[in-house]
């Protein structure tokens, strides 16, 4: 059993499916990424990128691909979350009407990405939310 997990181990710290773009290694490897960033031997060998940069890069290579774009939508939601965890009180993306914009039209492209809906109702209560707070100001 610990040989089978060394040749585990030293397949996984290659990151061959990675660097051949295999998108299925890709996809795990943004679902496992708190194991990444804690590992900073692996995490280096794939310059240090985060779990929105490697999603997007399989998104370039398979933009029709549903695990992809759920997984990109996913990732976009919990940035979203935070961004907007403070409101009524605060956005934190800016407080000018220019950042809220720039969100906004952030928002209309997921919505597109999102052709079944999953995510619909949080973005209509983030944009909702974000008129709002632009309207204060």
Known sequence: MIAVHKVTCKKFNNLDGYNN???QLMIWLVKLNQNIYQNNRIWKKIDYKSKLDI???CYSIDPDN???IELYLEIKIEKLNFI???YPNAILFGNYSRECKVL??????LKKLDKNNKFNDYFNEYEKNILEYMNRE
């Open 66 to 68: 549903v695990e992809i």
């Open 55 to 57: 999603i997007e890069e």
């Open 104 to 109: 906004l039209e952030e928002m209309l492209s």
């Open 84 to 86: 907007m965890h403070e």
């Open 21 to 23: 773009k295999n998108i």
